[in-house]
Nanobody, 121 residues
Framework: QVQLVESGGGLVQAGDSLRLSCAAS?????MGWFRQAPGKEREFVAA????????YYADSVKGRFTISIDMEKNTVYLQMNSLKPEDTAVYYC?????????????????WGQGTQVTVSS
């Protein structure tokens, strides 16, 4: 079992930046970020392999968000720049049972509690 704890959410204005962090209780897992807006399904945002060598982004955040991993700290980050109101959602950190990158929600088995990101216009 892997525990994941997110932090860093908040209320910002459009165009601002936020950095989310997710601390994992174990090492050796690829990591991903997902988000869920009210009334919508949970959607993939970004993923990274355990080594950090493979990264993948959803088209909606490409060029604005950056995912990174600190293997020594077992922590994954999501730097979010140029935030838009449509980025408003609960953001979840997640991990599959794999060291290699995954992008499908069903491949992820460990989930954090989520952190709220609200972007005002």
């Amino acid at each position: 079992q892997v525990q994941l704890v997110e932090s860093g959410g908040g209320l910002v204005q459009a165009g601002d930046s936020l950095r989310l962090s997710c601390a994992a209780s174990a090492s050796g897992y690829a990591m991903g970020w997902f988000r869920q807006a009210p009334g919508k399904e949970r959607e993939f945002v970004a993923a990274i392999s355990w080594s950090g060598g493979d990264i993948y982004y959803a088209d909606s955040v490409k060029g604005r968000f950056t995912i990174s991993i600190d293997m020594e700290k077992n922590t994954v980050y999501l730097q979010m720049n140029s935030l838009k109101p449509e980025d408003t959602a609960v953001y979840y950190c997640s991990a599959p049972r794999s060291t290699t990158l995954r992008i499908r929600t069903y491949e992820y088995v460990y989930w954090g509690q989520g952190t709220q990101v609200t972007v005002s216009s």
